[in-house]
């Protein structure tokens, strides 16, 4: 799986997560587990991954959705 964005707005990945399941793109939120580790202060950030054979096509419809600028390269 690739990683397309690392965040701590947790809207922002609900936003990204809803996004990708409307488009039928299987997803997966990393490091979610962490967050009740430390307390749910929101300090860890989370990463939202997607299947490398679908990666272009997520990313084009996370910047047409005005989320360009928080892909990671």
Known sequence: M??????NDAVLLSFAESLMKDAGIHCFI???GMSILEGSLGMLPRRLLVEADREDEARRILTDAGLGAELRS
């Open 30 to 32: 990393a490091d979610e």
């Open 2 to 7: 690739i990683e397309l964005i690392r965040t």
